[in-house]
């Protein structure tokens, strides 16, 4: 099936530090990615949809300016955590559909990236 | 908005058991894809099974099968020969015509030996 790769799987910062995740679709174009949060023992949150080549599109209550997401090829989006608080601490989850796959429409999510803020 | 609903936080089964999860969803469009997403203790996001909403007839996958009301609004996962290996999160999901995935909260599966 699909893969997707995000790196790092675990970043701790200090905070007021800035941290990049990188999401990538390894055999797959990619050209909408999505960008989840979890916190413990909850659902996924959707935070943004990165779209290649353009803006990325920001659900309501999620800060554009903390949450800076960069997708600049149809297999690489990177979501940068700037000026990071512990309250950002969280896992944090990529994924990117596959249109032209035996799936089209299917979802593929990376392996997730635990930020940890001290 | 589109809502889906897991209304059991936490199920237990006995291995080889048979054991259903419920998930509903509220959405005004007509055309859409239902999903079950398993996340094992290694937290990657794994599909399960999917369900186009125009198709009656409901998705297998092996041990997994649905059962999907659309009038009702209901989405439930069954596992069949339940395995060690299931135990997992499972998260009900939606997928709208704009494609944006809507998650339920999810429910903790335990298998017992």
């Known amino acids: 099936g699909a893969v997707v790769s995000q790196h790092p799987s675990r970043v701790i910062c200090k905070s007021g530090t800035s941290v990049k995740i990188e999401c990538r679709s390894l055999?797959?174009?990619?050209?909408?990615m999505f960008w989840y949060r979890q916190f413990p023992k909850q659902s996924l949150m959707l935070m943004a949809t990165?779209?290649?080549?353009?803006?990325?599109?920001?659900e309501q209550g999620v800060e554009k300016d903390k949450f800076l997401i960069n997708h600049a090829s149809l297999t690489l989006s990177t979501l940068t955590v700037t000026s990071a608080h512990p309250e950002d601490s969280s896992f944090y989850i990529c994924s990117a559909r596959d249109r032209a796959g035996t799936r089209p429409g299917e979802l593929f999510f990376g392996e997730g990236s635990r930020l940890t803020v001290l | 908005a589109q809502t889906v609903t897991q209304s059991q936080p936490e199920m237990s089964v006995q291995e080889a058991e048979t054991v259903t999860l419920s998930c509903t969803y509220d959405t005004s469009e007509s055309d859409y894809y239902l999903f079950w997403y398993k996340q094992p203790p290694s937290r990657q996001m794994i599909l399960v099974i999917r369900?186009?909403?125009?198709?009656?007839q409901n998705a297998t996958e092996n041990r997994f099968s649905v059962n999907f009301q659309k009038a009702a609004k209901s989405f439930s996962l069954k596992i069949s020969d339940s395995q060690l290996g299931d135990a997992a999160m499972y998260f009900c999901a939606y997928r709208s015509d704009f494609n944006k995935f809507y998650f339920g909260s999810g429910t903790k599966l335990n298998v017992k030996p």
């Open positions: 990165s779209n290649e080549g353009s803006k990325a599109t920001y």
């Open positions: 369900q186009e909403a125009y198709k009656q």
């Open positions: 055999d797959f174009q990619a050209t909408t």
